[in-house]
């Protein structure tokens, strides 16, 4: 009652046209820049959790004292349809790759040896320490470099193993040593938290994910709660447009993104989505400035057009290669900066994203 309450005090009309965006990314997605004058219309719209893990209640205004990529995004729209409300979800979290969102598969083991098979992952029988392949059940590259579950005192949530056709059979776990390196496998020190019907029969399909926000949850929450509040029901509950800035995280994984995480990515997303959701997709990080890096860009980039290759009438790719370096921030030009260059990439998606 809360939501719709606080939802139709900000004049939200049932009278008007309704659009209902999802906004999905990290860092570029999730920040806040402060201190840039502008005037949201008054028909757009932002949910107020989703960001950082947070749970939300309502829709509310867009605020004249902040600023994002996607509520720029959002309001370019709105300013352009007056006769149209827009509503806007943005999940994301900083330093979060999407397979905190769809997990990786392995097979489980529950057997006490020197480490698991190929794509198996084991708890030791005391329960210190886990051990997994760097490659999952099907063979694709899951911890390239220094990558790990988490680093001790770095963590936002516990590490999880779930049940992959049952999660609610699971084992919760903080990360408590670094990674470290036995022959063929990796293994980390760990402290259990919870358990629930664990463990499941050796060879079990199981999903692992490592220790940042459970972004599979906040989107299913949030995105729920989200058209609870528009009092959307049955068909009704489908975006009209989803935005997904690629997480940068997964750069070096472009082969994993396209072969596994995209498509569970949208058949997480699947029950909001219909044949008119309109997909729209960024090339991250066009300004990198190590020439070494651009030739893995480079190849994460091949991976994102022929992603939206696949169907060109549902999915659209916008290049941001044309703006000034002086719009990214960072020793690296990761970011984007806050403020005017906030509202100008915002406002370059949602006109770039547009079929004609």
Not at 58 to 67: E, P, T, V, Y
Not at 77 to 106: F, S
Not at 124 to 151: C, H, N, Q, V
Not at 179 to 197: D, H, K, L, M, P
Request: with cysteine; glycine share 8%.
């Amino acid at each position: 009652m809360r939501a719709q309450a606080d939802l139709n005090d900000e004049g939200i009309s049932a009278e008007r046209g309704k659009k209902i965006i999802l906004a999905y990314s990290q860092s570029n997605f999730a920040k806040i820049g402060n201190n840039f004058p502008w005037c949201p219309p008054s028909n757009a719209h932002l949910w107020d959790g989703g960001v950082r893990g947070l749970d939300g209640t309502a829709f509310r205004a867009l605020s004249a004292d902040s600023i994002s990529v996607p509520a720029a995004a959002v309001a370019s729209l709105a300013e352009k349809n007056p006769e149209i409300d827009y509503h806007l979800v943005i999940c994301a979290t900083g330093g979060t790759g999407v397979r905190a969102a769809v997990g990786m598969d392995y097979l489980w083991n529950g057997c006490a040896a020197e480490g698991p098979e190929a794509g198996g992952v084991q708890i030791s029988d005391a329960a210190d320490k886990i051990f997994y392949s760097p490659r999952d059940k099907e063979g694709w590259l899951r911890f390239r470099g220094a990558t790990s579950l988490g680093m001790p005192l770095k963590r936002i949530r516990p590490a999880r193993l779930e049940v992959a056709d049952d999660p609610s059979r699971t084992i919760v776990f903080e990360v408590t040593g670094p990674r470290e390196q036995s022959g063929a496998w990796f293994s980390q020190e760990i402290s259990v938290v919870s358990s629930t019907a664990w463990p499941p029969p050796d060879g079990t399909v199981v999903r692992l994910y490592p220790a940042q926000d459970w972004l599979r949850r906040v989107i299913r929450g949030n995105v729920e709660t989200a058209f609870d509040a528009l009092g959307r029901v049955g068909e009704q509950r489908v975006f009209d447009e989803i935005w997904i800035w690629p997480t940068e995280s997964d750069v070096s994984y472009h082969d994993s993104y396209e072969g596994r995480d995209h498509p569970e990515l949208l058949r997480l997303l699947s029950p909001w989505t219909g044949e008119h959701t309109q997909f729209t997709y960024t090339l991250p990080w066009p300004h990198h400035p190590v020439a070494q890096v651009h030739k893995t860009l480079a190849k994460w980039w091949e991976a994102l057009r022929r992603i939206v290759a696949e169907k060109p009438a549902q999915r659209a790719l916008v290049s941001f290669d044309d703006t000034p370096v002086e719009y990214w921030c960072d020793s690296n030009n990761v970011h984007v900066a806050s403020g005017m260059p906030q509202w100008r990439l915002g406002s370059l998606m949602a006109e770039r994203s547009r079929k004609t």
